[in-house]
């Protein structure tokens, strides 16, 4: 998958599951209504950076819980064990909410709805494919 589009467990080299691609469906609608991807992902020196892409994360989804953390070996290299961003890369002043501004569509705010149930930090708080193919927002959008 492209780096973008990578699920924060794989991101931090943990097991994982059909869940990440619970989360890549996300990120590609949000392609599809949006002007830009949702994560960028560059650093300074103009390569992609995990750690910049986290901190991306952490500015659209806040930050992961503690059992998220827990669970992953690497996540003690991005925060402390009070779960404090470590300051790796810089957490930018961007949300769902400000990206989505050139967003075109009249129910934008069910579309971020939407999005976020497939943008979880924790794998298992994600959306199903059925929930998601199945709620009333996509519903709406098919006619049905």
């Known amino acids: 998958m492209p780096n973008v589009y990578r699920a924060p ?3 931090l080299k943990s097991n994982w599951g ?3 691609d619970i989360w890549s469906v996300a990120m ?3 392609d599809i209504v949006s002007p830009r991807t949702l994560i960028n992902g560059i650093n300074t020196n103009g390569i992609f950076d995990d750690r910049v892409h986290m901190a991306e994360l952490v500015a659209l989804l806040g ?3 503690p059992e998220f953390r827990e669970q992953r070996h690497l996540s003690s290299v991005l925060w402390d064990a009070s779960g404090n961003w470590k300051d790796v890369a810089s957490i930018p002043d961007i949300t769902l909410e400000s990206l989505a501004e050139k967003v ?3 129910d934008k705010e069910r579309f971020l709805r939407w999005l976020r149930m497939g ?3 924790n794998p298992e708080d994600r959306a199903t494919a059925l ?3 199945y709620d ?6 098919l006619g049905e």
């Open 131 to 133: 929930e998601l193919l």
């Open 136 to 141: 009333e927002w996509l519903m709406k959008g």
């Open 18 to 20: 059909y869940k990440v």
């Open 28 to 30: 590609a609608a949000w």
């Open 9 to 11: 467990e794989v991101i």
């Open 119 to 121: 943008l979880q930090w």
């Open 63 to 65: 930050p992961p819980p």
């Open 104 to 106: 075109e569509g009249e």
